[in-house]
């Protein structure tokens, strides 16, 4: 398996257009997690799937964001309209249950 | 709620000398624990896990982490550190709520290494 892939790994975007970041999921797994990773906040959990339904979105920091997962090799996180505090890595990340979780690379997005 | 703690935000060590990195959890059950590095620009890769069994456990690159119920403890070690081992580390651990299994991280500890 090629692991999870998230595309693109960087995005540079103005203030005020909408951002999409993708993750495909290692296959079997059905659990998916989306992560933000900055230098202030550290490692923030912001939403997972289990079996492509939204579990958990608490982390989802404000209603400009917003993830799906139409199946179960596919989901995305939107940021609409986007700002510059949302300058960050944005990390998937997937598993089965009680195993550990597999990380993509990351999108680092900066919004300008 | 659940939470980890790792104390430590920035540890530097020299090249050779042991290496540990702290851990606490607050959970009320056994949970499932888990290290993992990232090195810069990279995601994260999977140390350790511990989900049940021997309390002293084996990862990858030479990384161990000991399992304390009592002192609600996953304490990673190292005996002889290497230059390649700088990066950020981070402890984690698997929150059962409500049936579901939910991936919480602590503030992780990055690691500098001294020739």
């Known amino acids: 398996d090629a692991g999870v892939i998230q595309s693109p790994r960087h995005e540079v975007t103005e203030m005020g257009q909408e951002v999409t970041l993708r993750c495909k999921p290692i296959?079997?797994?059905?659990?998916l997690f989306w992560y933000r990773q900055t230098m202030m906040r550290g490692l923030e959990l912001l939403i997972y799937?289990?079996?492509?339904?939204?579990?958990?979105d608490s982390g989802m920091p404000e209603d400009r964001f917003s993830a799906k997962m139409p199946n179960a090799s596919f989901s995305t996180l939107k940021i609409q309209p986007s700002e510059p505090r949302d300058s960050a890595v944005y990390f998937c990340?997937?598993?089965?249950?009680?195993?550990?979780?597999?990380f993509g690379q990351g999108t680092r997005l900066t919004v300008v | 709620a659940q939470s980890v703690t790792q104390p430590d935000i920035h540890i530097t060590v020299s090249e050779g000398a042991s290496l540990e990195l702290r851990c606490n959890y607050s959970y009320g059950a056994t949970p499932y624990l888990f290290w993992y590095v990232q090195s810069p620009g990279q995601g994260l890769q999977l140390l350790l896990k511990?989900?049940?069994?021997?309390?002293l456990v084996q990862g990858i690159k030479g990384f161990e982490a000991e399992f304390k119920r009592s002192q609600s403890s996953f304490n990673l070690r190292k005996p002889s550190v290497h230059w390649s081992d700088a990066a950020e580390y981070f402890c984690?651990?698997?929150?059962?709520?409500?049936?579901?299994?939910?991936?919480?991280f602590g503030a992780g500890t990055r690691l500098a290494v001294h020739p």
């Open positions: 799937f289990n079996n492509n339904v939204p579990i958990d």
């Open positions: 984690a651990v698997v929150s059962f709520s409500g049936g579901y299994n939910k991936l919480i």
């Open positions: 511990y989900f049940s069994g021997d309390t």
């Open positions: 296959s079997g797994h059905d659990y």
């Open positions: 990340a997937s598993r089965r249950l009680n195993t550990e979780a597999f």
